[in-house]
């Protein structure tokens, strides 16, 4: 009688307030991403072009939340993923984008946009299209429940490497000795 077909794991994964840094660790994980995709297939991510997020197993997301988009894409993956895993600093605790978190957003958005060196006549954009900046970034688990956590700016390849694998051996991800960092 022949094996069963052993189902994919479906991942879902994207970037909000983050710098793709995080995904560029993913793909450092080098050829080891064949044995991988064996195993799984991607649904939403900067991987695929899949615009929606579909009923997933696992979702990943790196960057917190910086506008009203950011809160809506992590509802979104909350309600469609399974296990939700916030990958690096910026997820985490906010990272680099909540150095803003100090200032007043309208001061930020004039500095930037109108009182800079150099600017002259400077608008602060207000398409309705654009998402509505929130006034501080916030990290992910203060809006959503977070099943696990990859710390690191950005996490290393391994770190990533090993949570795969525990998740496709049913085991809860422990990244142990060596693998956690923070920088
Ligand atoms: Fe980029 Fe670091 Fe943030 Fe990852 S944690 S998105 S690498 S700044």
Redesign the pocket.
Known sequence: MDAPVRRKLKVATT?LA?????H??FLDIDERLFELLELIEFDRSPFTDIKEVGECDVGII??GLCNAENVHVLREFRARCRTLIA?????ING??PAQRNHLSLPLILQEVYQTSLGLANGLIPNDPELPLPLNKVHPLHEVVEIDYFIP???PSADAIWKVFTDLLSGSQPDLGHGLIQYD
């Open positions: 970037s983050g710098c793709f840094g995080c560029m660790s790196e960057g990958i690096g600093a910026c997820a990272g680099l690191g700016c950005p």
